[in-house]
């Protein structure tokens, strides 16, 4: 099963960048990588996803390396609400999802 | 556009009670999934649906869970009966398709105590 791997933690000063990285070695040619966030009591929250190439949305931007084996999420101007669990799964394009979404990376936002 | 829909939102009962939890997806959405979400941990997929049929229960525990999606809409999860262990937020989530470039929508989540 293709899994990912993240940092349990990450800070970040208020409406700095913020870069959180995601591993996938054992990606296929057919998974999509999708990040979610998670704040704290709600359910996960869609971020962004892509394939091969890299994507920008009102919320952040996913850079994915060459070779597809990692990717990186960015948000441009951190606030105090960005603080969250932010979880980077892979989708199996052929249906058979398998998602496995592991522990994710604490954002903490420093004010 | 309404969201996925939950209830209850939370649920305590004793163990070897016995538990439902019901979802209602976004309108349209053909795909649905339970989680279970134990404090600390990420949600664990236990149950994908497209329409009314099951497309993975591989991590459900099958001898005390059961879940069903009658006429591929609303779905109910079961607990029979209920351990401590299983204290833990049970989440909904629909997506449109199964394909990766489906995003998925997720409920408030219940939250399930077991005393």
């Known amino acids: 099963d293709a899994k990912t791997t993240q940092p349990n933690s990450m800070e970040s000063n208020e409406e700095e960048p913020v870069h959180l990285p995601c591993n996938h070695s054992t990606i296929s040619g057919t998974d999509y990588i999708h990040w979610y966030r998670q704040l704290p009591s709600q359910g996960p929250e869609y971020v962004i996803h892509?394939?091969?190439s890299n994507v920008n949305n009102r919320m952040a931007s996913l850079a994915i390396a060459e070779d597809r084996k990692s990717s990186t999420l960015i948000l441009h101007r951190a606030t105090l609400r960005d603080a969250a669990v932010y979880y980077c799964i892979l989708r199996d394009n052929a249906g058979a999802n398998n998602l496995f979404f592991g522990t994710g990376t604490r954002l903490t936002v420093i004010p | 556009e309404a969201g996925v829909a939950q209830s209850p939102r939370y649920k305590i009962i004793e163990k070897r009670q016995s538990v439902a939890f019901w979802c209602n997806p976004i309108s349209g959405h053909a795909t649905l999934y339970w989680y279970q979400q134990i404090l600390g941990q990420g949600p664990k997929l236990l149950i994908q649906?497209?329409?009314?049929?099951?497309?993975?229960d591989s991590q459900l525990p099958k001898d005390r869970f059961s879940a069903e999606r009658l006429k591929g809409v609303d779905s109910t999860l079961k607990i029979q009966p209920a351990k401590l262990e299983d204290s833990a937020v049970y989440l909904c989530?629909?997506?449109?398709?199964?394909?990766?470039?489906?995003?998925?929508?997720f409920g408030p989540g219940t939250r399930l105590t077991v005393l």
């Open positions: 892509g394939l091969t």
């Open positions: 989530a629909s997506s449109f398709g199964a394909r990766g470039n489906n995003e998925q929508f």
């Open positions: 649906f497209q329409n009314n049929g099951v497309v993975d």
